[in-house]
């Protein structure tokens, strides 16, 4: 991350004491800077408290749990969450991707995959924004601000959902390949078996529908990737 000024702020939700002092070293030498939270309610208060650039939440905490703690977070912030899930755990995996989640990471974990994948979304989230807007029907982008918008009514996406968005509205009627669409949002490439991306577009397309999306629609090509549809409108 050469050439920033100001080190990034991560705050990291976890009980793990051995974890979290292993972390702080490791980030630190990338120009991390990593604040630890034992237990969820601390963790919403230092959220509340102080501004971080991402957050690192372990899904099985002491009291609140990490779950819990994200849909709390969502309401009142949409700062990009890496969640650490058991390995294997898929139900856990799959829930905390539609409560939120940009990215997950089953522990035990490599630290240099974390910092890959922290790397990854501190990239696409502090590009300097271009002041352009992208539009279909009535689905509107705003790359400068970051702002997506239905029938002029704002939508509260996640990072990872407004690229996904983003990427489907540039190229209206073409196939975007889930390879591209994992590159492009979550920063990596497409692992075999990963269902990310399609969990991602589920709750996309929810969003969007319940926004009052009737110009256009997200499309699978199976085994390929998804594409918006233009929708024409019904003549009376």
């Given at each position: ?41 601390t963790?919403?208060?230092r959220?509340?408290?102080?501004v ?5 939440l ?11 703690v ?29 409560f939120?989640?940009d ?12 910092l ?34 239905v ?14 968005l983003r ?44 926004a ?10 199976r085994?390929?990737?998804?594409l918006l ?8």
């Amino acid at each position: 991350m050469n050439g920033r000024t100001k080190n990034a702020s991560i705050l990291l939700i976890d009980d793990d004491r051995e974890l979290g002092g292993m972390l702080r070293d490791f980030l630190l030498a990338d120009r991390l800077d990593l604040t630890i939270a034992m237990d969820g309610e601390t963790g919403l208060e230092r959220l509340s408290d102080d501004v971080f650039d991402l957050a690192i939440l372990d899904i099985m905490l002491p009291g609140m749990g990490g779950l819990d703690v994200l849909k709390e977070l969502r309401k009142i912030s949409d700062m990009p969450v890496i969640m650490l899930t058991a390995r294997g755990d898929d139900i856990d995996r799959i829930i905390g991707l539609e409560f939120g989640a940009d990215d997950y990471l089953s522990k035990p974990f490599n630290p240099r995959e974390l910092l890959a994948r922290i790397r990854a979304i501190l990239r696409r989230t502090q590009i300097a924004a271009q002041q352009a807007e992208l539009s279909i029907g009535s689905i509107s982008i705003d790359l400068g601000s970051r702002t997506a918008l239905v029938n002029e009514n704002a939508l509260t996406l996640t990072g990872t959902e407004f690229e996904i968005l983003r990427c489907l509205v540039a190229t209206p009627g073409q196939v975007v390949s889930k390879e591209h669409l994992s590159e492009v949002a979550l920063g990596r490439r497409l692992l075999p078996y990963d269902r990310s991306i399609d969990t991602h577009i589920s709750n996309l397309r929810s969003k969007l529908e319940k926004a009052g999306n009737q110009s256009a629609t997200i499309q699978n090509q199976r085994g390929v990737g998804y594409l918006l549809i233009p929708v024409r409108p019904k003549t009376p």
